[in-house]
């Protein structure tokens, strides 16, 4: 997804693809484009310093790793997941994007698009669901129990935030940004997609993981992190060839230790799993 910064002898953690104003104004004019929703998550799943940062902790986003479109429950998914820890507990991030073409309001009212109605009714539909002690702990030591180490016996509180329309359309009325701001509670933060491309000077980009069964498929090329590799077993990470070629290009600044084994890195790395290349995947079929 991203070239790699190495050969300039650029820290790992400060490796990035684009300079800030460059990427935003890439997204501010993506969003005058009337495009699918599918459109924005790419380009913010390409671009992760985009993701939002609400409800994150003095611990940071975990493993600087966003989950997309995790499943839960039987009808449910989240376009993107992430944890944040302190010492005494974990926030869920479940986060929802709609479409910056949507509106908050009908035509000349301060009335709720229905647009809009269905997106809090989603939340609303999640929160419910976790409302259930028994949904909770399944998603916690299920759902999102590989990624939720250390401290794993700390409780864990899901949190939401909804992405949606733009700041034009409310800036201006006192009434209408207090509306909105009615809908938002100690758990559930309501944000435009212009607020996304704010304090990006400040953001760092974030691993990009599927959830499978039995592993976290990391679909990033550039290598951003070690926390994931140092907590969690290598059978339960895959990763791709130029995630790993770009973690051994960074070998020299990688500063987790084990007291018996060295450095992490020279031990998780050889053992996680790898993706299976496309000749690889051609060379399968022909046998």
Not at 133 to 154: C, D, H, K, Q, Y
Not at 200 to 214: A, P
Request: proline fraction near 5%; include cysteine; aromatic fraction near 12%.
């Amino acid at each position: 997804m991203k070239k790699s910064n190495s050969k300039n002898n650029v820290p790992y953690w400060q490796q990035t693809e684009k300079p800030a104003p460059r990427l935003r104004a890439e997204f501010l004019a993506l969003l005058e484009k009337k495009l699918r929703e599918q459109a924005y998550q790419r380009f913010i799943e390409t671009n992760t310093r985009l993701v939002p940062r609400e409800f994150v902790q003095n611990h940071g986003i975990h493993f600087s790793l966003v989950l997309r479109k995790l499943a839960f429950g039987a009808d449910y998914h989240s376009d993107f997941v992430y944890l944040s820890k302190s010492s005494d507990d974990w926030n869920c991030v479940l986060i929802e994007i709609e479409r910056p073409g949507y509106t908050f309001f009908k035509p000349g009212t301060n009335d709720f698009h229905r647009n809009f109605q269905k997106a809090l009714e989603q939340i609303n539909r999640w929160r419910a669901w976790f409302s259930n002690a028994a949904n909770l702990t399944s998603f916690a030591e299920t759902t999102v129990g590989m990624i939720r180490v250390p401290l794993s016996r700390n409780p864990t509180y899901p949190k939401y935030v909804l992405v949606y329309g733009r700041r034009i359309e409310y800036e201006r009325s006192a009434i209408r940004r207090s509306l909105i701001r009615a809908q938002e509670t100690d758990d559930f933060k309501i944000m435009t997609f212009d607020s996304l491309a704010e304090e990006l000077e400040s953001k760092h980009d974030l691993y990009v993981g599927v959830r499978h069964n039995e592993y976290i498929d990391i679909v990033s090329n550039v290598f951003l992190s070690e926390s994931m590799f140092s907590s969690m077993p290598p059978d339960q990470i895959r990763i791709g060839e130029k995630l790993r070629a770009n973690a051994l290009a960074t070998r020299q600044h990688w500063h987790h230790f084990s007291s018996r084994e060295g450095r992490v890195m020279d031990i998780a790395l050889p053992a996680v799993r790898r993706r299976p290349t496309t000749r690889n995947l051609s060379r399968a079929v022909l046998e």
